[in-house]
């Protein structure tokens, strides 16, 4: 059974820093590209940035670029988000998805993908 298990989240001041988490379990990461979402309260789930199963490309929202970078480690079977200069409007709860469509800014949405995390709660606030 596929399985992505999310960590690594908490409660963090603004301008501070937390790397995220993706973990592969029952199957391997290799040929699946990789997606970090976000839902803050109320709102909808949108994407924040993605990774193709080589690691070759990645896209980001506009909200985060300079400040998040998504990386994989294959050999782990995880994939991580490091983000960097939080702000409040970061505080979200955050998922990985996995997909097998090409990444592109335009399929980096939660339509496309499937085998949703349980996601970890990340918290910015004085």
Same mark, same amino acid.
């Given at each position: ?7 690594? !989240? ?5 301008? !501070? ?24 309260? !109320?709102?909808?789930?949108? +994407?924040?940035?993605?990774? /193709?199963?080589? +690691? ?6 506009? /909200? ?5 970078? $998504? ?16 702000? /409040? ?21 939660? $339509?496309?993908?499937? /085998?949703? !995390? ?9």
């Amino acid at each position: 059974q596929m399985q992505l298990v999310e960590s690594g !989240g908490g409660l963090v001041q603004p301008g !501070g820093s937390l790397r995220l988490s993706c973990e592969a379990s029952g199957f391997s990461l290799d040929d699946w590209n990789i997606g970090w979402f976000r839902q803050a309260p !109320g709102k909808g789930r949108e +994407g924040v940035s993605c990774i /193709s199963s080589s +690691g070759d490309t990645t896209t980001y929202v506009d /909200s985060i670029k300079g400040r998040f970078a $998504i990386s994989r480690d294959n050999a782990k079977n995880t994939v991580y988000l490091q983000m960097n200069s939080l702000r /409040s409007e970061d505080t979200a709860v955050y998922f990985c998805a996995a997909s097998q469509v090409l990444t592109t800014t335009d399929t980096c949405s939660p $339509i496309f993908f499937a /085998s949703w !995390g349980q996601g970890t709660e990340v918290i910015v606030s004085p």
